[in-house]
């Protein structure tokens, strides 16, 4: 059974920063892309950035590029989101998902953690 757990969320004031971590079992992750996607209220779910099985080629939505990195340690089946300079419009559920491919769909992705809250307070 695939299990992606999220955790490293909370309340963080505009500017500061936060890591996310997401600890997938189950699978054979050094073989996925990972994924991190967010969602607001009423907004749609939408791609943050990527990063390859190898951790050598990352991807990130034009919003967070320069502010957020991602990394992963295939040693411990983790992948991490670094958030700096973190803004209101940061707040949201984020995701990470497994895919077999590098797309920022997220009808792609076949494997989904239960989320985080991350809130940014003006």
């Known amino acids: 059974q695939v299990q992606l757990v999220e955790s490293g969320g909370g309340l963080v004031q505009a500017g500061g920063s936060l890591r996310l971590s997401c600890a997938a079992s189950g699978l054979t992750f050094s073989s996925y892309v990972m994924g991190w996607f967010r969602q607001a209220p009423g907004k749609e779910r939408e791609f943050v950035g990527g990063?390859?099985?190898?951790?050598?080629?990352?991807a990130y939505a034009d919003s967070v590029k320069g502010r957020f990195t991602i990394s992963r340690d295939n040693a411990k089946n983790t992948v991490y989101l670094q958030m700096n300079s973190l803004k209101p419009e940061d707040t949201a559920v984020y995701y990470c998902a497994a895919s077999l491919r590098m797309v920022v769909g997220p009808s792609g992705y076949m494997y989904w953690g239960q989320g985080t809250q991350v809130t940014v307070s003006s």
């Open positions: 990063i390859n099985w190898s951790g050598g080629t990352t």
